[in-house]
């Protein structure tokens, strides 16, 4: 059984840093494309960023470009995303998702990141 | 960046009654590879989403086959054809074809 569970969510200060975590079980995490997709409270659904299999390639929303940082380590099973320079606008419930073919076939239960003085 | 609008933002349906949602996109979802990069997930309340259609019209496993996907080009419908209690949720498409991948605002569907 396909499983993604993630950590770290937290309240952070404006300006903060936060690293999300999402563990990987139940397939070959080294054989696929990893995804962030994030949720504000109330809101729709905003892709984030995907990393490749070697982590070779790496794509942004432009409004996370050189703030937040995607990474995996698959002798972990583990994908990574390093929020820095947080602002309240990325107040919300993270999800890692397994994209084979675009389509986001997985979800964790999702990390909730409150960006708050 | 490709706009994907849903209609209606809400439904409200009687159950054993059919259901439709479009999702329309501001550019083709037609890949050159023959692709069609439209997805549709359900995320009822406190959940995460879940896929229900890949590529436009496939169903994903264990979806019932009640949930059907159809359309081309820019134009697309989810239909369910008898709606069921449990069927309640937030659905929504989304496009691969480009980055950014985008999402369309959700159809909030009420049993």
């Known amino acids: 059984e396909v499983q993604l569970v993630e950590s770290g969510g937290d309240l952070v200060q404006p300006g903060g840093s936060l690293r999300l975590s999402c563990t990987a079980s139940g397939f070959t995490f080294g054989d696929y494309w990893m995804t962030w997709v994030r949720q504000a409270p109330g809101k729709g659904l905003e892709w984030v960023a995907n990393?490749?299999?070697?982590?070779?390639?790496?794509q942004y929303l432009d409004s996370v470009k050189g703030r937040f940082t995607i990474s995996r380590d698959d002798a972990k099973n583990s994908l990574y995303l390093q929020m820095n320079s947080l602002r309240a606008e990325d107040t919300a419930t993270y999800y890692c998702a397994r994209p084979p073919g675009r389509r986001l076939d997985y979800w964790g239960q999702g990390a909730l990141v409150t960006v708050s003085s | 960046d490709i706009v994907v609008t849903q209609t209606p933002h809400s439904l409200s349906v009687t159950p054993g009654q059919p259901a439709s949602i479009s999702c329309k996109s501001s550019q083709s979802l037609l890949d050159s590879d023959g692709t069609t990069y439209l997805f549709w997930y359900q995320q009822k309340s406190g959940q995460s989403p879940q896929l229900l259609i890949s590529?436009?019209?496939n169903r994903f496993s264990g979806v019932p086959d009640r949930f059907s996907g159809s359309g081309s080009g820019t134009d697309f419908t989810l239909t369910i054809s008898r709606v069921e209690a449990e069927d309640a949720g937030v659905y929504y498409c989304m496009q691969g074809i480009h980055l950014p991948w985008t999402f369309g605002q959700g159809t909030k569907v009420e049993i």
């Open positions: 590529e436009g019209s």
């Open positions: 990393i490749n299999q070697d982590g070779s390639m790496r």
